[in-house]
């Protein structure tokens, strides 16, 4: 909640920014790599698949299933710090942010799906399904409403062919960057 307020208040979330539901991802994505939190990979091996349109969707619902002892020797500001600088220095025109793998996954794997991990096998089959219709696949190399280039790559943590943060514009990944330095 902190960070969404943080996010509100430095006008990140906005109809050409970032929405809500990406930048708790952004948390909780930092979170993974910090290993306070597992991949949503790991999370839906434990609870039968709930697809919707061939994405798996399930997700357990007792929490204490999920929460990393590591959880408890870190603050709230200590796991602030640690993102603000993780988001400094990511690299963002070289990685896509992938919660469902808990990894950040170079974007030139996505050119040729063999190379992306093995926990991505729906995206893969998905993208052999569905080559030729090219805004369906996440790393579309325009934004078809505008026509520009994404700066930035979430992938959705359940339905892999989705970026979440299409809709940011380059003035406003600069002004989340530069936040991180404050």
């Not at 994505?29 to 709930?50: A, C, R, T």
């Not at 991990?117 to 505008?146: A, G, I, S, V």
């Amino acid at each position: 909640m902190k960070l969404k307020i943080w996010a509100k208040n430095i006008g990140l979330i906005d109809a050409k920014g970032f929405s809500s539901y990406s930048i708790y991802w952004l948390g909780l994505f930092n979170m993974q790599v910090m290993g306070i939190l597992p991949s949503i990979h790991d999370l839906q091996k434990s609870v039968p698949e709930i697809l919707v349109n061939q994405w798996n969707y399930a997700f357990p619902k007792n929490k204490q299933e999920y929460i990393i002892n590591k959880q408890e020797t870190l603050n709230v500001s200590d796991i602030s710090n640690v993102f603000y600088t993780y988001y400094l220095n990511f690299d963002f025109d070289k990685f896509v942010i992938s919660p469902y793998t808990g990894c950040p996954i170079l974007k030139k794997d996505f050119e040729d799906v063999e190379k992306l991990p093995e926990e991505l096998w729906r995206y893969k089959q998905f993208y052999k399904e569905n080559k030729k219709c090219h805004e369906l696949l996440l790393l579309n190399t325009k934004n078809n409403k505008n026509n520009k280039k994404f700066k930035i790559y979430i992938q959705d943590p359940f339905q892999h062919n989705v970026n979440i943060t299409e809709r940011v514009e380059p003035k406003i990944l600069n002004t989340f960057i530069n936040a991180c330095v404050e």
